[in-house]
């Protein structure tokens, strides 16, 4: 069972604004997948709620490191699956362990096994600057 909601933005700064919102929510253990094309808007989004949890770090692609790390009022773990070809499971990238620790966002997010109390934010490109995310958070796996 899972609710869904949706909300469209019409520039970068909209969609910030709505990952600052989500920051100033998250709790540890809070892990929220990111899924959509290319340019979508998903580290756009994880900017936004970078300074949601009142971090100043700056935020970008985690594409070389696979996983950064925010720190704010909570910790921010800042996940890229890009370069995963296919799947991976959650254990051997130690997001357990940053679990733990405070929240999670995965971009690439439906390359990760194994999960099991998520929420997922889909980004559809609308448009040059729309763009719709779909928010659907699981009740019961
Ligand atoms: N409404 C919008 N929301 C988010 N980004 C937008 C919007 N309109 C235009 N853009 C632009 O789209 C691009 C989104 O890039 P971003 O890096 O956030 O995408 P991404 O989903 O993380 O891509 P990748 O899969 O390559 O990591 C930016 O250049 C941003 O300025
Ligand atoms: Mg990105």
Redesign the pocket.
Known sequence: MATTTSRE????E??EALGEELGRRLRIGDLVLLS?E???????FVRGVARGIGSSDSVA?PTFQLVRVYRGGIQLAHV?L?RIESSVEMRDLGLDELLDQGAALV??GERLDDVVRVARIH?DVLG????RLTVVRDLVR
């Open positions: 933005t019409a520039s970068p909209e969609t959509g290319l340019g979508a808007g998903k580290t756009t692609s890229d890009y971009e690439w980004f040059d600057d729309r763009r």
